[in-house]
T-cell receptor, first 116, second 114 residues
Framework: NAGVMQNPRHLVRRRGQEARLRCSPMKGHSHVYWYRQLPEEGLKFMVY????????ESGMPKERFSAEFPKEGPSILRIQQVVRGDSAAYFCASSPPEGISGNTIYFGEGSWLTVV | QKEVEQDPGPLSVPEGAIVSLNCTYSNSAFQYFMWYRQYSRKGPELLMYTYSSGNKEDGRFTAQVDKSSKYISLFIRDSQPSDSATYLCAMSAGLTGGGNKLTFGTGTQLKVEL
């Protein structure tokens, strides 16, 4: 019974490079979320997606960040032209379809991005 | 003012003590309330989930929600060294399409000493 799977767990990028973080939701879950956790801060909502649709991206930075959840395959969080301030832990979470298990949200183990 | 306020601690207690963790919030639309436990360099692990006001018990953990005071609590009985972690409160008003956009507190760091 696999949980939310994220990869890579650790990623090092030089300033200006691109970072791609992948997330496979729990089996049966149709909602995917991305959160960012900066050092000494709480988790901040970034984006909420369903298959092929971005539902709420109110927490996404206006530039360089994008997310997708294609019909087939994992959800991808893409950060272009990374800067040192992007260094953080990025967590993916998933929840079941509406009305099932109270929309309980489960998190993956995170992807730690370090920009050097 | 943050939507969710949580004392960051650290909170240090002896093994066997009862631990009380709390959060206050300002958004009266919140109706789903959760507590997560997070170990260092790990993902948040769901401990308790409650809807609206009331109490919920699960083993050594009890969650309380008082919507009139905008105040939630997590109690841990008979605390163990393995309970040492950061505890995050989270809450949501729900979302269009059935999703759940969580607003987190900053977390309380708990250490249970032998």
């Amino acid at each position: 019974n696999a949980g939310v799977m994220q990869n890579p767990r650790h990623l090092v990028r030089r300033r200006g490079q691109e970072a791609r973080l992948r997330c496979s939701p729990m089996k049966g879950h149709s909602h995917v979320y991305w959160y960012r956790q900066l050092p000494e801060e709480g988790l901040k909502f970034m984006v909420y997606l369903q298959k092929e649709n971005i539902i709420d991206e109110s927490g996404m930075p206006k530039e360089r960040f994008s997310a997708e959840f294609p019909k087939e395959g994992p959800s991808i969080l893409r950060i272009q032209q990374v800067v040192r301030g992007d260094s953080a832990a990025y967590f993916c979470a998933s929840s079941p379809p509406e009305g099932i298990s109270g929309n309980t949200i489960y998190f993956g183990e995170g992807s730690w991005l370090t920009v050097v | 003012q943050k939507e969710v306020e949580q004392d960051p601690g650290p909170l240090s207690v002896p093994e066997g003590a009862i631990v009380s963790l709390n959060c206050t919030y300002s958004n009266s639309a919140f109706q789903y309330f959760m507590w997560y436990r997070q170990y260092s360099r790990k993902g948040p692990e769901l401990l308790m989930y409650t809807y609206s006001s009331g109490n919920k018990e699960d083993g050594r953990f009890t969650a309380q929600v008082d919507k009139s005071s905008k105040y939630i609590s997590l109690f841990i009985r008979d605390s163990q060294p393995s309970d040492s972690a950061t505890y995050l409160c989270a809450m949501s008003a729900g979302l269009t399409g059935g999703g759940n956009k969580l607003t987190f507190g900053t977390g309380t760091q708990l250490k249970v000493e032998l």
